[in-house]
């Protein structure tokens, strides 16, 4: 992922389905990671934040 988002290409759709693919992980979280949306992924950040924030506050920074 490091490699994909460190270049001056923008990152669209289908260069992340294509990054999924090559992963070496198993059909059933590719599936899963295809299925996330921006809007799903920001729910998620600001769920994860929130359990962070409860169970490590020192540890916790903000997220938007």
Avoid: C, D, M
């Avoid at 923008?10 to 990671?33: D, P, Y």
């Avoid at 921006?38 to 962070?52: N, S």
């Amino acid at each position: 992922l490091k490699a994909l988002t460190r270049t001056n290409q923008a990152i669209t759709e289908s260069s992340i389905k294509e990054f999924i693919e090559t992963l070496n992980v198993g059909e059933e979280i590719k599936k899963e990671l295809r299925e996330i949306t921006p809007q799903l992924y920001r729910h998620l950040k600001r769920y994860l934040f929130k359990v962070k924030k409860e169970t490590e506050p020192e540890r916790a920074l903000y997220i938007n």
